[in-house]
């Protein structure tokens, strides 16, 4: 299973910036997608932007042009650079892997997720 663990969130004035990281650890065979999400209270939880292994990215209509999803192989770490935040960016961020197992099985894992607020 892998385990992911966030860190980075916290309170940013509107149009400032911030950087998400997300390390998994455990036992895998490959994360081939990893990937960020967004929930706001009362919403329902979003894709903000995901990478591949081979680093081919996807990123919501919303947040294009002002968010960079990357990710360091080596280390099985996945960062979201967030600038030019708005209020409508507030919410808490999920960190997801799309991982293969060391039976070459499937299956997703989630972090616990960690909370941006973008207020003046």
């Known amino acids: 299973q892998v385990q992911l663990v966030e860190s980075g969130g916290g309170l940013v004035q509107p149009g400032g910036s911030l950087r998400l990281s997300c390390a998994a650890s455990g036992s895998f065979f490959r994360i081939n997608t990893m990937g960020w999400y967004r929930q706001a209270p009362g919403k329902q939880r979003e894709l903000v932007a995901t990478?591949?292994?081979?680093?081919?990215?996807n990123y919501a209509d919303s947040v294009t042009g002002r968010f960079t999803i990357s990710r360091d192989n080596a280390k099985n770490t996945v960062f979201l650079q967030m600038n030019s935040l708005k209020p409508e960016d507030t919410a808490v961020y999920y960190c997801?892997?799309?991982?293969?197992?060391?039976?070459?099985?499937?299956?997703?894992?989630w972090g616990q997720g960690t909370q941006v607020t973008v207020s003046s």
């Open positions: 997801n892997a799309a991982a293969l197992s060391t039976a070459l099985r499937p299956y997703d894992s």
């Open positions: 990478i591949t292994w081979g680093g081919t990215t």
